[in-house]
T-cell receptor, first 113, second 113 residues
């Protein structure tokens, strides 16, 4: 079955880069996503990457995908206190049910001023 | 667009009571989903729908029911509430085609005592 794993916590200093990692087990993944959840709020889509890409950059965010190792990472440059949140990795699979996403348990990012 | 809206934001139920969590979206999305989020456990899919009149069970459907009479609305019914249903409930919607990104509502925090 499919499974998405993330480390639970990450702490960085303001101004440093943050790197949040995720591993997935299903090689049939089509799209991989990063969501952000601030306290008391719903999940907000940050970015996604198609499985035939290696990298995607969007302003301060860089997504790297290593298909061989089934490893996905999200790098946040110049991390700010407003980036403190829980970050979820998710994947969708090829075929029937492509619209169903499997989520990791989330990584709580704490930014130290 | 309001996106995905959920009501109520908070609710306290006594054991054995019933209630309906409301969810609506104005993006004309075919797919809609209900998740529950427990601390440190990520998101678990309860039910989903691929269109009006069509619903299907997710990973944790026991104790819940859904209906989808219109494209816009996807209510979740709790019958005979139990303490194990204390959780935060999120509704989401997505387009029919790729990249299948899901848009989330703000959530309903439910406590059963």
């Amino acid at each position: 079955g499919e499974d998405v794993e993330q480390s639970l916590f990450l702490s960085v200093r303001e101004g440093d880069s943050s790197v949040i990692n995720c591993t997935y087990t299903d090689s049939s993944s089509t799209y991989l996503y990063w969501y952000k959840q601030e306290p008391g709020a719903g999940l907000q889509l940050l970015t996604y990457i198609f499985s035939n890409m290696d990298m995607k950059q969007d302003q301060r965010l860089t997504v790297l995908l290593n298909k061989k190792d089934k490893h996905l990472s999200l790098r946040i440059a110049d991390t700010q206190t407003g980036d403190s949140a829980i970050y979820f990795c998710a994947e969708s699979m090829i075929g029937a049910g492509s619209y169903q996403l499997t989520f990791g348990k989330g990584t709580k990012l704490s930014v130290i001023p | 667009n309001a996106g995905v809206t959920q009501t109520p934001k908070f609710r306290i139920l006594k054991i054995g009571q019933s209630m309906t969590l409301q969810c609506a979206q104005d993006m004309n999305h075919n797919y809609m989903y209900w998740y529950r989020q427990d601390p440190g456990m990520g998101l678990k899919l309860i039910y989903y729908s691929v269109g009006a009149g069509i619903t299907d069970k997710g990973e944790v459907p026991n104790g819940y029911n859904v209906s989808r009479s219109t494209t816009e609305d996807f209510p979740l019914r709790l019958e005979l509430a139990a303490p194990s249903q204390t959780s935060v409930y999120f509704c989401a919607s997505s387009n029919r085609g790729p990249p299948y990104e899901q848009y989330f509502g703000p959530g309903t925090r439910l406590t059963v005592t």
